[in-house]
């Protein structure tokens, strides 16, 4: 499996996504209105999963990373672990008190699912 991970290709944004996230990820920051911070989260959780899962973006309908396996990127078991405890620290960040009712369970929502995929690569490890 380790030597076939040579053959496929990485595209650029990927590496530049890593640098970015060694670099402190820092999505948010002091001062920006929780519902905003919330949705900076979301979306970059949304780009993430699509980045990561292509096969799950195929199956909620978009094409656009049809042709990269899910495989390739089984490699970055530590980073996909790293990306979701410092997705959730900014996530605790967050005010959820501010959040408006709908926000909240978002809040919610996606707190869950990080949850879920950082104790998933425990159980493995
Ligand atoms: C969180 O937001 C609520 C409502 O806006 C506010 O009363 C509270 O002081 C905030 N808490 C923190 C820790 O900023």
């Known amino acids: 499996m380790m030597s ?3 053959l ?3 595209p650029h944004a990927y590496f530049m996504f ?3 996230f060694l670099t402190s ?3 948010i920051h002091d001062g920006m209105p929780a519902d905003e911070a919330l949705h900076v989260l979301t979306s970059d959780f949304w780009s993430w999963k699509l980045r990561e899962f292509p096969e799950l973006a195929t199956t909620e309908g978009i094409h656009d990373y049809d042709d990269k396996l899910e ?3 089984y490699s970055n078991f530590d980073l996909r672990l790293a990306y979701c405890k410092e997705l959730l620290a900014e996530l605790d960040i967050v005010n959820k ?3 408006s009712r709908e926000n909240r369970l ?3 929502v996606l707190k869950d699912q990080l949850n ?3 104790h998933g690569y425990e159980w493995k490890e």
Do not use: A, R
């Open 71 to 73: 495989s390739y990127s």
């Open 116 to 118: 879920t995929f950082i």
């Open 18 to 20: 890593v640098w970015s």
């Open 25 to 27: 990820y820092g999505l």
């Open 4 to 6: 076939s991970l040579h």
């Open 97 to 99: 008190t501010s959040l």
């Open 106 to 108: 978002t809040y919610d």
């Open 8 to 10: 496929l290709p990485i």
